[in-house]
């Protein structure tokens, strides 16, 4: 079954200061979805990647992934209060790429410092 | 457009009892999947619903269903509740495959 290793597992930064999440999968990734979440609430949708060497950005985050489909990583940049929270990298295990049925990192938990 | 809408946000059941917990997807959305997200596993996927039929299945105990209904409207269901089975449930809906997903925020059960 595939595995989704997420590191680092936490990260404390100060205000401003860029940082990466990386997402390592054990299987081709065929489909990757990156999501925040707030602890004890739902999965807010960031960015889905689909494609090798793809990259997507929105406001201050840049979601890539690898040539072999196997690595994802989130970058943000000049980090701010409210980027703080729980970052999960989800995919599905199967070939297809659908997204019904995800298997989730166990996710990064990021702490902004002001 | 509303977002998926979970009831009810907070259970406290005790050991034996039975839970339903609800979830209505957003309007159109006729993929609906159920996740247990727990401190010492994570997230993980129960099943998924579409047009009333479950299409998908995780490694969950049978004491754990689910249905669907016309309105793409869905029902979880744990019977004979163990300490175990306390997390937060997520409900997600998705237009088509390829599509993500998105989350409600979750009922927290609680088993004393």
């Known amino acids: 079954s595939q595995e989704l290793e997420q590191s680092p597992q936490s990260l404390i930064v100060q205000e401003g200061k860029n940082l990466t999440i990386n997402c390592t999968s054990s299987k081709t990734l065929y ?18 990647l689909q ?5 997507k950005s929105h406001e201050k985050i840049t979601a ?34 659908s997204n019904y049925k995800l298997t989730f990192g166990k996710g990064t938990l990021l702490t902004v410092n002001p | 457009k509303a977002g998926v809408t979970q009831t009810p946000r907070y259970l406290i ?3 034996g009892q039975q839970v339903t917990l609800s979830c209505s997807p957003i309007s159109g959305h006729r993929s609906v999947s159920w996740y247990q997200q727990t401190p010492g596993q994570g997230l993980q996927f129960l099943f998924e619903y579409f047009s009333e039929t479950q299409r998908n299945k995780g490694n969950f105990p049978g004491r754990f269903s689910g249905r669907q209904f016309s309105n793409s ?3 979880m269901n744990v019977s004979t509740l163990e300490l175990g089975d306390s997390a937060l449930y997520l409900c997600a809906s998705s237009l088509l495959g390829y599509q993500p997903q ?11």
Do not use: V
């Open chain 1, 31 to 48: 489909g990757l979805y990156w999501y925040k979440q707030k602890y004890g609430e739902g999965l807010i949708f960031l960015m889905m």
């Open chain 1, 51 to 55: 494609k090798g060497g793809e990259e």
């Open chain 1, 64 to 97: 890539k992934l690898d040539e072999k489909k196997q690595q994802s990583s989130l970058h943000i940049t000049a980090s701010q209060p409210s980027h703080a929270g729980i970052y999960l990298c989800g995919a599905d295990p199967n070939s297809g790429g």
């Open chain 2, 13 to 15: 059941k005790t050991r």
């Open chain 2, 73 to 75: 409207r869905s029902e």
């Open chain 2, 102 to 112: 998105h989350f409600g925020d979750g009922t927290r059960l609680s088993i004393l």
